[in-house]
């Protein structure tokens, strides 16, 4: 019924940048936060970054790992989310999940869709 596509992940050097955008379709009635999520291999998967929507405060919040690296960012009319990567380090390496707190058209509750993840690999 919905569906979270990420798109722009891939390689890049250890100081350069990466933008990772998402677009959830579908029976989407609302979206509350919309946020990045990254499991690298042997780790759990841990919070990048967060967003709420306007109705909620446009709240953000970051992973101290990535505050003033990372910035997030979501169209609301668009139902997309973006998360801009600058100075990138090796440990920044994993495959990053798009998630979005849903509720559907007919529906009363809400619920938290995932993508299906982005490879992000940063050389040193």
């Known amino acids: 019924q919905v569906q979270l596509v990420e798109s722009g992940g891939g390689l890049v050097q250890a100081g350069g940048s990466l933008r990772l955008s998402c677009a959830a379709s579908?029976?989407?009635?609302?979206?509350?936060?919309m946020g990045w999520y990254r499991q690298a291999p042997g780790k759990q998967r841990e919070l990048v970054a967060t967003?709420?929507?306007?109705?909620?405060?446009?709240?953000?919040n970051y992973a101290a790992s990535v505050k003033g690296r990372f910035t997030i960012s979501r169209d609301n009319a668009k139902n997309t989310v973006s998360l801009q990567m600058s100075s990138l380090k090796p440990e920044d390496t994993a495959v990053y999940y798009c998630?979005?707190?849903?509720?559907?058209?007919?529906?009363?509750?809400?619920?938290?869709?995932w993508g299906q993840g982005t490879q992000v690999t940063v050389s040193s």
């Open positions: 967003i709420t929507n306007i109705i909620s405060g446009g709240r953000i």
């Open positions: 579908g029976s989407i009635f609302k979206i509350n936060a």
């Open positions: 998630a979005a707190d849903i509720q559907l058209i007919g529906g009363s509750s809400w619920y938290r869709d």
